[in-house]
């Protein structure tokens, strides 16, 4: 009798993890390190049917441009209405090297593509369904979020000798709610590994402040810098994750990517929410027209 109920708490905890609620375990190291990694979160299957959806998307705007916009977190350039407008849209955002000095795009668009973003999740059907999947809430309510919405989401595409640095970065300078902060999803769609330019992150290193804050006021963007204390390399590790881990990312944990110098891409999606409680200032660069709000999951 005794084993027979050892068994159903077993199944229990096994049937809670594949629904994505994290165990005790996993909150205290996501509290504790600013991160978490969730081997095989998404099947293969999965991965594979988001990054063909995107071939799809990706061809359909090849054959009918639209306005596109460079992307480089080393430069800001990018800082543009198209970038603005990219809120309440599917936007195509290039890298730098896929243009020559005339600013001519020089490689075909599906190797030059940067990332597409910021309302797949909400816009495309394909990304929709995976993005406010129960899979996923589940991972906001285990870590207090008790409404979630979902604000932003990325397609990044780290091309194969071309995909550009990310600078380290904390997520709250570019996103903030109150008390609530942000929550970052990074999906990998493909094997991440040091060579094509996997994430670095700081453990522990969200216990230091936001070191700045970009905000916007109308059309106009600028950057506050908030604390002038320095990212301590010295502790980073390589975060290398198999296609269809999930890393969990607090908002202030320093993290960053190498440029991709491999012959293989690197894919991945990210999503990004707060709770329906939290106040999200006016003062954030991704704003929604009324009549497109943020959604709850
Ligand atoms: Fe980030």
Known sequence: MQHSIKRHAY??????????????????????????????????????????????????????????SRFSTRSEAYLNKYFLDSASNIYFFFEEKAYDDRGYL?????????????ALHDLDPVFREFSYQ?????????????????????????????GGEVVCHQDGTFLHSHPTPPLGLWIALEDATIENGCLYAIPRGHKGPLRSLFQR???????????????????????????????????LLPHRSDENTSSKSRHAYTLHGTDKSAHYPKTNWLQRPEDFPFREM
């Not at 129960?134 to 979902?150: A, D, H, Q, T």
């Not at 604000?151 to 000798?161: E, G, N, R, T, V």
């Open 134 to 162: 129960k899979k996923i809430k589940n991972i906001f309510l285990s870590l207090g979020y008790k409404r979630p919405v979902l604000l932003q989401s990325m397609y990044i595409f780290k091309q194969p000798h071309m």
């Open 106 to 118: 020089v490689y075909p668009v599906e190797k030059a593509l940067n990332k597409v973003s910021h």
């Open 217 to 251: 006021d109308g059309d106009t963007l600028c950057t506050e810098i908030l604390s002038k204390e320095v990212f301590d390399h010295s502790r980073e590790i390589a975060l290398e994750v198999k296609k269809g881990a999930l890393i969990i990312l607090d908002s």
């Open 11 to 68: 199944q229990d905890k096994i049937s809670s993890q594949e629904r994505g609620f994290l165990t005790s375990s996993q909150i205290d190291f996501f509290k504790e390190e600013g991160f978490l990694v969730i081997p095989h979160f998404v099947a293969d299957e999965t991965c594979d049917r988001l990054r063909q959806r995107m071939d799809e998307i990706v061809r359909d705007f090849a054959v009918s441009p639209q306005p596109t």
